[in-house]
């Protein structure tokens, strides 16, 4: 539903109320027939049916006219062997790119490649029944205001967000010649912009991978008017982390709701 209305024809055109309108006709009668299949069945049997009766002791098999008729040959050409073949690709095609998937994100860690740190999950209070009981309360409303939630120890509010100082500018280019051959060909494969860097900015990074890095830029006075965001990837080595802490650091009132 979510990408019928982002990638065809906008809904307040016929071609997209048209498109929209069939899409929910076909849900709706999937999960029709779908719920028909299960609760009612194919159905029943006319009213006083009965199967018909053969007396098979009268009954006589001509077995040789299957003997003279030959086997029936299933065609399997070049064009029906190729077909298979690219089937069996797309396959293995899609089950190496799943795995795979789950391979980047089970690491996609902002400093897994890194540091040799031990990665806590700071909203992981260290046992089920107290993650339990942050959702779960007597009241209904979760624990937290909906911009801050109770931590683990030793972590804080900001504790997957990294803040990274430009130690070398970036004109923003997909696949930068200067930056390295590793960075040049590990570019991320994605539609997210790259954006560009200045000697002195500061960026809030919050994923990324082993030469790259996405985050938000920290805007201040010297950015235009009506610019409120500016985020994408850029490359890892143009960056170096700050030394400062979130806890004894703390972003101004105005930073935490861009966040």
Same mark, same amino acid.
């Given at each position: 539903?979510?990408?019928?209305?982002?990638?065809?024809?906008?809904?307040?055109?016929?071609?997209? +109320?048209? /498109?929209? *309108?069939?899409?929910?006709?076909?849900?709706?009668? $999937?999960?029709? /027939?779908?719920?028909?299949?299960?609760?009612?069945?194919?159905?029943?049997?006319?009213?006083?049916?009965?199967?018909?009766?053969?007396?098979?002791?009268?009954?006589?098999? @001509?077995?040789?006219?299957?003997?003279?008729?030959?086997?029936?040959?299933?065609?399997?050409? %070049?064009?029906?062997?190729?077909?298979?073949?690219?089937?069996?690709?797309?396959?293995?095609?899609?089950?190496?790119?799943?795995?795979?998937?789950?391979?980047?994100?089970?690491?996609?860690? *902002?400093?897994?490649?890194?540091? @040799?740190?031990?990665?806590?999950?700071?909203?992981?209070?260290?046992?089920?029944?107290?993650?339990?009981?942050?959702?779960?309360?007597?009241?209904?409303?979760?624990?937290?205001?909906?911009?801050?939630?109770? $931590?683990? !120890?030793?972590?804080?509010?900001?504790?997957?967000?990294?803040?990274?100082?430009?130690?070398?500018?970036? +004109?923003?280019?997909?696949?930068?010649?200067?930056?390295?051959? &590793?960075?040049?060909?590990?570019?991320?494969?994605? !539609?997210?912009?790259?954006?560009?860097?200045?000697?002195?900015?500061? $960026?809030?990074?919050?994923?990324? %991978?082993?030469?790259?890095?996405?985050? @938000?830029?920290?805007?201040?006075?010297?950015?235009?008017?009506?610019?409120?965001?500016?985020?994408?990837?850029?490359?890892?080595?143009?960056?170096?982390?700050?030394?400062?802490?979130?806890?004894? @650091?703390?972003?101004? !009132?105005?930073? &935490?709701? /861009?966040?």
């Amino acid at each position: 539903m979510i990408d019928s209305v982002l990638w065809y024809w906008p809904l307040h055109t016929t071609g997209g +109320s048209v /498109n929209f *309108i069939m899409l929910i006709n076909w849900t709706v009668m $999937i999960l029709y /027939n779908y719920f028909n299949a299960m609760f009612v069945g194919p159905g029943f049997v006319p009213l006083g049916w009965k199967p018909l009766s053969f007396g098979w002791n009268t009954v006589k098999i @001509d077995m040789s006219a299957a003997r003279r008729d030959p086997l029936p040959i299933v065609p399997f050409g %070049l064009a029906a062997f190729a077909a298979t073949l690219f089937a069996l690709g797309l396959a293995l095609g899609t089950t190496i790119a799943v795995g795979m998937l789950f391979f980047i994100q089970a690491k996609d860690r *902002i400093q897994y490649y890194q540091l @040799d740190e031990v990665f806590v999950f700071p909203y992981d209070m260290g046992s089920r029944w107290k993650n339990f009981k942050q959702v779960f309360t007597w009241s209904g409303v979760p624990e937290g205001d909906g911009l801050e939630w109770p $931590i683990r !120890e030793g972590c804080h509010q900001y504790s997957l967000t990294v803040r990274y100082k430009v130690i070398e500018d970036y +004109s923003g280019s997909c696949c930068p010649l200067n930056k390295g051959i &590793k960075t040049f060909f590990t570019s991320p494969c994605t !539609e997210e912009p790259r954006i560009q860097l200045r000697k002195g900015e500061f $960026i809030l990074a919050t994923r990324g %991978l082993r030469y790259w890095l996405y985050g @938000d830029k920290i805007l201040d006075d010297s950015f235009a008017e009506g610019v409120s965001r500016i985020r994408g990837w850029f490359p890892r080595n143009c960056v170096e982390k700050c030394p400062c802490d979130a806890e004894t @650091d703390p972003a101004p !009132e105005g930073e &935490k709701k /861009n966040r």
